[in-house]
């Protein structure tokens, strides 16, 4: 039997989980329907239900929907209850697991397919919004020399920096900072605020880039965003958008709806918008 699976969000339109999940399912012989469900704002427990009621063997959750999920869930993985949000759930009978893969897809698009460890390195993350919150674990987990969380309301960085020194389990300094804190060059520095969805460039001094730095901006799909340019204007070579982020969260969905991960590349080369 064919089992049934969708991404939920308003708007829906513009989502690329069922070309990624149905191209996942045929390089790995998975007999799987992948649709896009559009819920009104409210409405989000109602049309989780009835796909549930018709079959639904799991979901991933986008914009603005990622707190109902985590709301809705019966059993959330500590990923999820790290990041106070779901990106993916998986129904079983009356249980629904929650988890968010956005940090641990992101950690693996920059170490594996970017060949960028993070180990001894200083990284410096912008935006302390969900995508941020999420991360923390999985960045810190790669033992980086110190991870500096910067954000425009500086109350949400230093409430970051305080969930991040609660959690973590090793001694990797964390800072949360205001723009006209941040001091020294960074051998990573992660655009996670929505300004590349505007078209705006974070108040950001360009000297914050290392000669040899990883500029990324999870943003992905806008080609070379205001962010990407003061980098590249900074003298930065090495410059990449969230597209491998994005699919390698996918992967991690449908390996743990499926027992198998499928490779991403061809994936990843289909959905890149060069950064011109
Ligand atoms: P949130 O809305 O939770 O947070 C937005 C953050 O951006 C806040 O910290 C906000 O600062 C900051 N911000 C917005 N505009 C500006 C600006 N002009 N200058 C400086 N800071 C700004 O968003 P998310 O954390 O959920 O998502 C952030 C980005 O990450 C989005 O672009 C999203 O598309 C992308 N993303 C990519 C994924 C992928 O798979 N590639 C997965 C998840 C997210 P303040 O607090 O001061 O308002």
């Known amino acids: 039997m064919t089992d049934s699976y969708a991404v939920i969000g308003n708007p829906i339109e513009q989502s690329k989980s069922p070309f990624i999940h149905i191209a996942f399912a045929q390089v790995t012989g998975q007999d799987i329907h992948y649709t896009k469900l559009l819920a009104p704002v409210g409405g989000f427990a109602g049309e989780v239900d009835a796909f549930r009621a018709r ?3 799991g979901m991933n959750v986008t914009a603005p929907f990622k707190l109902d999920a985590f709301a809705y869930a019966t059993d959330q993985a500590p990923s999820a209850q790290m990041a106070g949000a779901v990106n993916a759930m998986k129904f079983e009978g009356d249980k629904v697991y929650a988890e968010n ?6 950690v693996r698009d920059l170490v594996h397919n970017l060949a960028c460890p993070l180990k001894g390195r200083r990284v ?3 935006g302390a919004g969900g995508a941020t919150r999420g991360a923390l ?3 810190l987990a790669e033992q980086p020399a110190e991870l500096v969380i910067v954000n425009r309301t500086v109350a949400k960085a230093q409430a970051l920096e305080a969930l991040a020194l609660q959690h973590q389990t090793g001694l ?8 006209d804190a941040v001091q020294g060059a960074f051998d990573v520095v992660l655009n996670a605020t929505s300004s590349s969805l505007k ?5 950001l001094n360009p000297s914050v880039f ?3 730095c990883l500029a990324y901006d999870l943003t992905y799909g806008k080609g070379l965003t205001p962010f990407l340019q003061l ?3 900074a003298g930065v070579t090495r410059l990449a958008d969230g597209v491998g982020m994005l699919a390698e969260q996918a992967a991690e969905a449908f390996a743990w709806w499926r027992g198998v991960r499928p490779d991403t590349a061809a994936v990843i080369a289909q959905l890149t918008v060069p950064l011109v």
């Open 101 to 106: 893969f956005d940090g641990v897809g992101l």
């Open 199 to 203: 078209a705006e460039l974070p108040p």
């Open 137 to 139: 674990l999985p960045l």
């Open 231 to 233: 980098a590249q204007r």
């Open 210 to 212: 290392a000669p040899d």
């Open 172 to 179: 990797v300094p964390v800072q949360g900072l205001g723009y």
């Open 124 to 126: 410096l993350i912008l």
């Open 55 to 57: 079959g639904g063997r």
